[in-house]
Nanobody
Framework: VQLQASGGGLVQAGGSLRLSCAAS????????MGWFRQAPGKEREFVAA????????YYADSVKGRFTISRDNAKNTMYLQMNSLKPEDTAVYYC???????????????????WGQGTKVTVSS
């Protein structure tokens, strides 16, 4: 499956952005999906994930209550609504797709088979 992330940009602290991840090539509805981010000089970290049917969602503690992950299987698209953004949210955000993802690994990058190219989010203070 091919993934295309979009929606990044420059926003002031306290603002909002919505990221999108468009999928093509294979049945989108079969895959668990995730968002990860990588800040300059840091390792890639988990942000949020959603099961194939959208029934369960998972968040990093650092974004819980501020970010919302969702998906529209009819549109082959996943979203990340980011509210109350903070400067520490500045990073390149990557979307990922995985099949057969289990709960134990859903927050780890190794659980995902396909990755998008990333979209940059910059939050100014």
């Amino acid at each position: 499956v091919q993934l295309q992330a979009s929606g990044g940009g420059l926003v002031q602290a306290g603002g909002s952005l919505r990221l999108s991840c468009a999928a093509s090539g294979r049945p989108f509805s079969r895959y668990s999906m995730g968002w990860f981010r990588q800040a300059p000089g840091k390792e890639r970290e988990f942000v949020a994930a959603i099961r194939a049917n959208g029934g369960s969602t998972y968040y990093a503690d650092s974004v819980k209550g501020r970010f919302t992950i969702s998906r529209d299987n009819a549109k082959n698209t996943m979203y990340l609504q980011m509210n109350s953004l903070k400067p520490e949210d500045t990073a390149v955000y990557y979307c990922a797709a995985g099949s057969g993802v289990i709960l134990m690994t859903i927050r780890t990058s190794r659980a995902y088979d396909y990755w998008g190219q990333g979209t940059k989010v910059t939050v100014s203070s």
